[in-house]
């Protein structure tokens, strides 16, 4: 329990440091490179709940395939050395308040709905097989409409992205 | 399997990581001394690394030492930081690879329930390190050459992914002890005696898997991101000394634990037929065994690097999404249906 507590303030530490430079950082591709440890440090916080099958799906979804595109993207146009860019929009203050906003909310909900209950991290670790059990029979109806979702958004890039 | 010694996690972990740290950078040494040096030497009569010494055997000390000696060069308009991490970022996947890779039934570093998921994820990390590479050097070649390994490396991923879904659904398991297991206790019409490797059945998979596994590792003929010939040396054009040396390592290292990934889930892994699956004495013997078939499927990697040609850039797009992809979608199908049926 130690040892977990440990290394939640420092994966914690590293998140929100990473995320505050990510918004701060006047080079485009810093801040990219900041996000990634953002979500590697998620990622790693996954692993100290036992959610072995969802870290590893963070690894492969958001560092492995949308940074890597979101890099690719940022270099194929334009992507400076040192610190050339001015990144920071006028409209920061409200950006501000409106993430402030969003997150009091969910500290707010979350100490309201769990109060005091502490985490079960000894308890059984859910194995993969029970992740897609529980995708394919409780959860099939979110999960088909997620796919719907997805499929409607890959077809309407393609369409806005149809020159002729 | 009855455990021999129990020790507390943190020894153990530390023994672990020790081993790893001795084994990786052995396994590039023995691909790039087998293969680059001696069988390259011969298809392609270069006759210089073929005779520093007993066998040749003296090359690998003369080039460590030549690439330590060298100078550490940033260039001038260069991001330090940047530059300095990136070949770190693409050792360090090569690394997470080892984590997984089994080589007996107790013989592995930690033998994780998501197995060749979590493989595919890291591997697919060293993608972000050339990138970074490549913009980092402040050329525009190198920034060429990191875009290209990108959107290869994406296109590739897919295949690849994909075709290790149909060893996933005939297996059962994404856990790659359990995928061993599953052809050592498996049957060819009956018939056990040499269980039931995948390749058989999976005969699709294994070529696509071989396929795009030659293009994540960048090896030709798709090594149009390290093009010599256009762009001077690609993504690590910049990089001199230890720093080179690191993605050398990477690239061989990473070279050797995507064959050993096709042994495991093609070629029957570390199973001997006739020994039980649990049997202790496989964790001497399955070592040498997987060694054996990580060296053959190397050779046909290496075969393959030096006889062909360097592919056109668009014939590589196409070929990974309007060939391979299909084939391997069709593999699924196909997988699913037999499954279902039998």
Redesign the interface.
């Known amino acids: 329990m130690v040892a977990q507590n440990i290394f939640f303030g420092i994966l914690s530490a590293i998140v929100i440091l990473s995320a505050l430079r990510m918004v701060t950082t006047r080079?485009i591709?810093?801040a990219a490179?900041y996000l990634?440890a953002v979500l590697a440090g998620l990622g790693a916080l996954y692993v100290l709940l036992t959610a072995?099958?969802v870290a590893?799906?963070q690894?492969?979804v958001y560092?492995?395939?949308v940074?890597?595109?979101f890099?690719?993207g940022i270099?194929?146009t334009k992507?400076p050395?040192?610190n050339a860019m001015e990144m920071t929009g006028k409209q920061w203050p409200i950006a501000a308040g409106v993430a402030a906003l969003l997150g009091g909310v969910i500290v707010y909900s979350l100490v309201n709905h769990f109060g005091s209950d502490r985490l079960v991290t000894d308890g059984p670790i859910y194995?993969?097989?029970d992740v897609s059990d529980e995708v394919f029979s409780t959860y099939i109806v979110p999960f088909e409409a997620v796919s719907v979702l997805l499929l409607a958004a890959l077809i309407g890039a393609i369409v806005l992205a149809r020159k002729d | 399997m009855t455990t021999l010694l129990a020790l507390p996690y943190w020894q153990e972990t530390g023994i672990k990581l020790g081993l790893a740290l001795v084994v990786i950078p052995t396994t590039s040494l023995i691909l790039v001394y087998l293969f680059l040096f001696k069988m390259m030497a011969f298809m392609q009569s270069r006759l210089g690394p073929n005779d520093t010494g007993p066998y040749g055997t003296l090359q690998l000390i003369a080039e460590a030492i030549k690439f330590l000696q060298k100078e550490d060069i940033h260039p001038a308009q260069a991001d330090r930081r940047v530059f300095r991490m990136a070949p770190v970022v693409v050792l360090a996947s090569t690394f997470l690879l080892y984590v997984v890779l089994p080589a007996g039934p107790d013989a592995v570093v930690e033998d994780l329930d998501t197995g060749v998921f979590y493989a595919m994820a890291v591997s697919s990390l060293s993608v972000l390190g050339i990138l970074m590479a490549g913009w980092a050097s402040a050329n525009k070649y190198a920034l060429l050459g990191g875009l290209r390994a990108a959107g290869q490396l994406i296109a590739y991923e897919l295949p690849l992914i994909l075709a290790v879904m149909g060893v996933v659904i005939q297996a059962e398991t994404l856990n790659l002890q359990g995928i061993v297991e599953a052809q050592a206790t498996g049957e060819i019409f009956g018939f056990g005696g040499i269980g039931n490797p995948f390749i058989l059945t999976q005969f699709l998979a294994f070529l696509i898997f071989m396929i795009a596994a030659q293009a994540e590792l960048t090896q030709t003929p798709f090594d149009m991101p390290v093009a010599e010939t256009e762009l001077v040396g690609g993504f690590h054009v910049e990089y001199t000394g230890f720093r080179f040396l690191l993605f050398f390592m990477a690239e061989f290292g990473t070279a050797f634990a995507f064959s050993a990934l096709a042994s495991v889930m093609f070629l029957g892994g570390w199973w001997i037929p006739g020994f039980d699956v649990d049997d202790n004495i496989l964790n001497v013997l399955g070592p040498g065994v997987m060694l054996a078939k990580i060296l053959l499927v190397a050779f046909f990697i290496f075969w393959v690097r030096f006889t062909y040609p360097r592919l056109r850039e668009d014939q590589l797009q196409k070929f990974a999404w309007k060939v391979l992809i299909p084939l391997a979608l069709a593999n699924i199908v196909l997988t699913g249906i037999f499954k279902v049926v039998f």
């Open positions: 080079n591709v810093h490179l990634v072995e099958f590893t799906t690894v492969l560092i492995g395939a940074m890597v595109l890099l690719f270099m194929l992507a050395l040192g194995r993969t097989a």
